[in-house]
C-alpha cells in the first residue's frame, strides 16, 4: 500500500484541480473529504461521487469502492484534512443562511457563528476548522432570546419545523432538529448531535444533550 504524506496529497489535488472539500454524507465529485474510522466504513461504501478520501492505513485497506480515490496517510487525517481544507477555502465565504420567511427569531438570538472544530497538531499547537457551511431554519420555528446556532462546518446545522429553541440554548454545528421539537431554557447541544421528530417525545430539559 503506497502511503501519502500531507504533500502528496496537496500536490494530488492540485494537478488534479480538486478546489474544493466535501461531506461524506453530502459527497460532491472532484472534492476532498477524510474517513476517521471503520464505523464510517458503510457510508463511503455507497457513495456515487469520484471523490479523494484522506483514511488510516487501517481503514483505507478495507474501502472497496472504486468511486474513492483513497489516499492512505499515517499521520493524524483530521489534522491532515483541516488544514488542507482550510487551505482551499481560505478566500471563500461561507454557504448563507436559509431562514423560513415565517420563522419567529428574538433580535438577541445569534444564527450562524462558527463552530469549534478543533485539532490539536502533534507539535501541541491548535488548528481551527473554517466553517463552511449554514444554519437552515425550517417553517413555524421559534427562537428566544440570547440562543445561539453554531454553522455547520460543511453542510446544514437543521432546525426543522415547528421546533421551539427557548432561551439561552446553544446548538453546535452540524446539528440536526427535527420537526415539532421543544428544547427548554438553557439546554446545551453538542455539535453532530441529530434529534428526531415529535413534541410528544421530544421534550428537551437542562442539563440534558
Not at 497538531?121 to 453554531?150: C, E, Q, Y
Request: proline share 3%; glycine share 6%; aromatic share 4%.
Amino acid at each position: 500500500m503506497k502511503v501519502y504524506s500531507k504533500d502528496d496529497i496537496v500536490n494530488i489535488l492540485h494537478d488534479s484541480k480538486c478546489i474544493s472539500s466535501c461531506s461524506l454524507i453530502n459527497p460532491r465529485s472532484n472534492s476532498i473529504s477524510f474517513i476517521r474510522g471503520l464505523q464510517y466504513l458503510s457510508v463511503v461504501e455507497n457513495i456515487r461521487e469520484d471523490i479523494y478520501l484522506i483514511a488510516p492505513l487501517d481503514v483505507a485497506s478495507e474501502i472497496k469502492n472504486n468511486r474513492i480515490k483513497v489516499l492512505p496517510h499515517a499521520d493524524n487525517v483530521d489534522e491532515t484534512f483541516v488544514d488542507i481544507h482550510n487551505q482551499i477555502n481560505k478566500n471563500s465565504d461561507p454557504k448563507d443562511n436559509i431562514i423560513s420567511s415565517d420563522a419567529r427569531i428574538n433580535s438577541t438570538a445569534v444564527i450562524g457563528p462558527d463552530g469549534n472544530k478543533i485539532v490539536e497538531r502533534a507539535d501541541g499547537t491548535i488548528v481551527r476548522m473554517k466553517h463552511m457551511g449554514n444554519v437552515v431554519v425550517k417553517s413555524g420555528v421559534s427562537i428566544d432570546a440570547l440562543a445561539v446556532i453554531h454553522r455547520a462546518s460543511i453542510d446544514s446545522t437543521i432546525i426543522g419545523e415547528d421546533t421551539t429553541i427557548c432561551s439561552h440554548v446553544n446548538i453546535g454545528h452540524n446539528c440536526i432538529i427535527g420537526k415539532k421539537n421543544f428544547i427548554a431554557p438553557g439546554v446545551k447541544v453538542a455539535g453532530s448531535v441529530s434529534i428526531g421528530d415529535g413534541l410528544e417525545s421530544v421534550l428537551i430539559w437542562s442539563d440534558a444533550a
